[in-house]
């Protein structure tokens, strides 16, 4: 009886092999899907969701906190730059998305939540909020981040500033 079995072989891929299929240039703004982390703790790591960001054609849109820049950099492995928006006023900027016919979503992380693969795709311009610890609700604590990739209920804090 010989070792091979009846399905595909295994090809791995030489480093210039990989290299070649990768875009040659970052992507531009698509104006469509934003991560919004708009209140980040000092220290966070938004290099992560800067990554997640690349990957599926979404912007990012951060404060003009001083330790920002360091927040993106630590975690971020991109080779090319992401398309980042900064904006100094996070709840102005978040009133003119909405004015202009964007859905704003308020996320968190939550056992109870909907995973993020049962969401439907976004068919506006939408942005994803991500509430941290310092958002404009007082800072209330989180729940632990057990529900690593699920969406959870929109985020109170924001509709008293968003209502028309």
Known sequence: MSGRSGGPAIRTRTR?????TRRPRAHSCWDHLYAAPLWPLHGANLGTLARTCDAVGACLTV???PWVPEALARGNTLRKPLCTHWTGDPLGWLA???ERGARIVGVE???EAVRLADLPPARQPTVMVRR???DPDGGQRLQPQR???RVARPVQALRPALTP
């Open 16 to 20: 210039e092999e990989l290299r070649r």
């Open 63 to 65: 404060p003009r906190f």
């Open 96 to 98: 003119r998305q909405r």
């Open 109 to 111: 992380l939550a056992d």
């Open 132 to 134: 941290m610890r310092g």
């Open 147 to 149: 529900g690593r990739g």
